[in-house]
């Protein structure tokens, strides 16, 4: 296994739209696990494989305590939502950055496991909203897309700054 490159915002690449897994083989196996170790040493809670460069709709998440239930997500794809959770995010591609979002409380996605297998996922609270902002990241969407413009130019002078 190995470590990956996270991209930090305001990389192009994490504006892309990530493409359907069609083929469920070993390379995809391998991008996983790397993404889930990855994700294990930032540490965080959910990374999508937009953010490590790879335009594949491809999820890992793990939001248990000891960090021994990790969930692979293919293609996955809102099947229902319902309430409102304001919670705080953060995300690995904006490190130290911490912003108020107001996501669905519950959500059932549907989505396929490394072979390629369907599921029924029903989450709530931090799961869901996990699930959520990962999602996001699939059709180039992140976090702080969802504050003030105001707001959003300076964590963007915050990142920059850090990055020079
Ligand atoms: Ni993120």
Known sequence: ????????????????????????DES????????????????????????????KRLLVIDV???KDKPLYILNPQLVDKSG????????????????????AEQVTIKYQDLEGKEHILEADDLLAICIQHE?????GKVFVDYLSLLKR?????????KQR
């Open 1 to 24: 296994m190995a470590l990956l490159h996270i991209l930090r915002y305001p990389h192009p690449s994490l504006r892309e739209k990530a493409q359907p897994i069609t083929v469920f």
């Open 28 to 55: 995809i196996t391998n991008l996983a696990k790397n993404m889930l170790e990855t994700m294990y040493e930032a540490p965080g809670i959910g990374l999508a494989a937009t953010q490590v460069h790879e335009a």
């Open 64 to 66: 248990s305590e000891n």
């Open 84 to 103: 409102e959770i304001d919670n705080k995010e953060g995300c690995l591609s904006f490190p130290n950055i911490y912003a108020n979002v107001t996501r």
């Open 135 to 139: 999602m996001d990241h699939l059709d």
């Open 153 to 161: 130019n300076r964590i963007r002078k915050q990142l920059e700054k």
